[in-house]
């Protein structure tokens, strides 16, 4: 006997008359894939980092508009440079159920970390958010009011000057050999534990720079603690309207962050397109699109083969720039 496929109204039809003859039909059978259980959402980041507060933003607005049928539950795996979370997801003993929030160490971490043996490919593409900005952050007592000030200064304390960052061979490291290197510098890098502590520690006057996202360093800045003095970005961001671009002071350096989220390895095909629908409705919800005009994140929705290849670009682009560094 052959089999008959059907879908939509005609699924349901089948399932009414299976039901009048007494024959049961399972609800798999006529309705799309949904988690059974909490969804684990794992940020490879620590608490009060850009990755942290965006994964957070959204699981507000996933739970305000009930994106999702079941809750996603956070949960900071920052160690190791991220190698914590990555491990976490490649043995996911459920990778329907297990998704995470990813930033650039996704391809520093594996290239740093070979005996990790993790390929960032294998992971599940649902959604890049997200392209975050960087500037060059300085506190307001320092008097520095540009780049050729900061050089000056930075030059003449030699390595006293302590550039404080997230992680070792990550983006803030990988910003501040940019800096090293183009301006002729000895600073030296302090790496802590997500982006918020890196903020503290510039704002509290223990480091005398920074290269923080905006969303880490927004509330010290508002509260006139400290100073972006350029931005790592092809224009000029328009909320630091008057901190311009390295392009524009002869330093054709351009760099930014990933925020994306991506399933553990292993994950159905059913379940992949299911978190890609629901990030995508929280990419189009109000409060991410001001979220992002907030936080000068920049980029559009990306997701499947497009993401893929994206990530492809960029694992290859950092390998050249930590072999450069010397960091592989």
Do not use: C
């Not at 399972?26 to 988690?35: G, H, Q």
């Not at 629901?278 to 992002?292: G, H, L, N």
């Amino acid at each position: 006997m052959k089999s008959l496929k059907v879908s939509g109204i005609g699924a349901l039809a089948v399932a009414l008359a299976f039901a009048v003859a007494g024959v049961s039909v399972s609800k798999d059978a006529t309705a799309a894939w949904e988690p059974k259980k909490p969804v684990e959402f794992v940020i490879m980041a620590g608490k009060g980092g850009g990755a942290d507060k965006m994964a957070r933003l959204m699981q507000s607005v996933i739970e305000k508009h009930k994106f999702s049928s079941k809750p996603m539950t956070p949960i900071n795996k920052p160690g190791g440079s991220g190698a914590e979370a990555l491990i976490h997801l490649k043995q996911a003993s459920d990778p329907d159920h297990t998704i995470m929030v990813t930033l650039n160490s996704f391809y520093t971490t594996p290239l740093r970390q070979e005996k990790l043996k993790i390929d960032p490919l294998s992971y599940t593409p649902i959604a890049r958010m997200a392209l975050d900005t960087f500037l060059l952050w300085v506190h307001k007592d320092s008097g520095i009011k540009n780049v050729d000030e900061f050089v000056k200064a930075a030059k003449s304390s030699g390595n006293k000057w302590i550039m404080a960052g997230t992680g070792k061979g990550q983006e803030d490291q990988l910003l501040t050999d940019f800096l090293n290197s183009a301006y002729d510098l000895d600073m030296k890098y302090v790496p802590f534990k997500g982006g918020g502590r890196v903020a503290k520690e510039l704002a509290g006057k223990h480091a005398n720079s920074t290269v923080n996202n905006p969303s880490e360093q927004l509330g010290f800045y508002q509260a006139g603690d400290t100073v972006p003095i350029a931005a790592f970005t092809p224009d000029r961001l328009p909320m630091f309207k008057d901190s311009p671009t390295f392009k524009e002071l002869g330093k054709d350096y351009v760099y930014f962050m990933q925020r994306s989220v991506v399933g553990a390895p292993g994950m159905s095909k059913e379940a992949a397109a299911y978190y890609q629908n629901v990030f995508k409705q929280v990419y189009d919800s109000a409060e991410w699109q001001k979220y992002m005009k907030d936080k000068s994140l920049q980029g559009e929705y990306i997701t499947g083969g497009d993401l893929q290849a994206f990530w492809k670009k960029e694992f290859e682009n950092h390998r050249q720039m930590l072999t450069k560094m010397g960091e592989m």
